[in-house]
């Protein structure tokens, strides 16, 4: 334990932030995305969204690239992402590859020396690219960065889209983890949720993964779709636990409703703590199930076996790692903001099709607000390695001492333990971190969040555009 982490149960402030934190407790959690809330980014002209001026900087953190393929075969009912059903339209798919390669050569200037750690291909349905599409991704745009040190390329498929051929070559391109959104393995509830797959349809495409040779292979649960009764979420573990072998890792999300999902209207009248209640639950249940089969937690969302980390996700939230976002709906985190271009993929194409840049909004960021950022995304992420944090900051400034008190009101109500120079959650709380990140916001950002500030209205409102 770093002896600057010791902490005075007496400190100024603590009685404040005990408030705070019970009334943190009536916040439902899972819809914390980043920091400042995309609902305060203001809207930006061509000018003030070049690239030179969105990433000139000092490079304090890691550079990771995601993109964003969002063409889907059906909207699936719980889902809030900027997704294109399209069905055999292969065109408007080629014209959003050409764009998203325009969109690539734009960056590039100021990119071409930075080394990319990590890339996250998601969508959308990634997986919905032919294998010539997909041979196109990863020469024309992917390939153009430096990915001399790259650790981990993943790309995010549907089970009705990835067909052996496609893994085959994701594989070929360096692909090694491969994430196929399962959701449930009930099929009234995959019908329910408008999803095209049946249980075996999906099992079969997950062993088309799990003999590919790509080693690591993730699969995506949520508990509490459409209403679902424990004894549906007994079928899908029991389904999922008779895999073999069984996935690398499960991510494992509770049920968030928002804006622009089917389940947005049909849910409506329902009472939205109740069924996060219900969500989390089953999630625990589920959870229950896979550390009885060799699965651990490491973070709120991702269940691992043995040390499979999910390099993306850690630099990106749990390391305040820089993300260049390309695509329809994709934010960035550059050397001074977060970004974030056009959500939907007509609005994109139009935009780089004019030649101009699909940026929409941004927040400057300032050394407090990136500080802040990194700790909720950290905090929202998983625990915290106080030594680590203090690895990124100058010798000796101690960044995290101005939030004792948060710590140590956290940790006299029983959120969090400090021991040996880590901040964890204890059992019960590490299914809800992202309730508590709040405590760290500025208060200029605190406050313009509590006016409702940009949330929900508007004409360019969206998914994103929404934050506790
Ligand atoms: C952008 S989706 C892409 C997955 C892929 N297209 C598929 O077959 O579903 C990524 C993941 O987000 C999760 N997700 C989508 N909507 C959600 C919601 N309303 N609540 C919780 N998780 C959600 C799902 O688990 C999904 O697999
Ligand atoms: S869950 Fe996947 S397949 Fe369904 S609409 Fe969302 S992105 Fe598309």
Redesign the pocket.
Known sequence: MAEEFIFDLTDAGRSEVVDQLIEAAEHIP?LVFTYPPISLWEPRDATASDPDTLWAGSDTFSHNLYIHIPF?RQK?S????SVAVVQNDTQVIWDYLHCLEKEALQYLPMMRTKKIETVFI????PSRLNPEQIDFLFERVIRRFDLSECREITY????DSATEDRIATMAANGTNRLS??V?SLDPEILRKSRRADTPSSVVRTYYHMADSGVPNVNI???AGIEREAFDNMQRTMDAVTALEPMPTQI?L??????KG?INDTTLREEDHAKLFRRSLALFRYAKRRMTANGYWQYSRNLFPRDNWIFHYQDNHWGNNGYVLGLGASSYSHSHGYTYGNAFTFREYMRRIQAGGSAVEKAFPLSEDESLRRHLVLAMKHRELDVARFNSFYPAGSEPLRQFRPVFDALAALGVVTVEDGRIAYTEDYADLSDRYTRLFYSSGVSEAVRRGVGQLTGAGSNAFNFTL
């Open positions: 899972g889907c699936c719980f889902c809030y992402y998601g969508g959308g349905t995010e498929c549907s089970p196929m959104g959701q995506d649960l949520i991510t999300f509770t049920l968030s409703v928002r999902a």
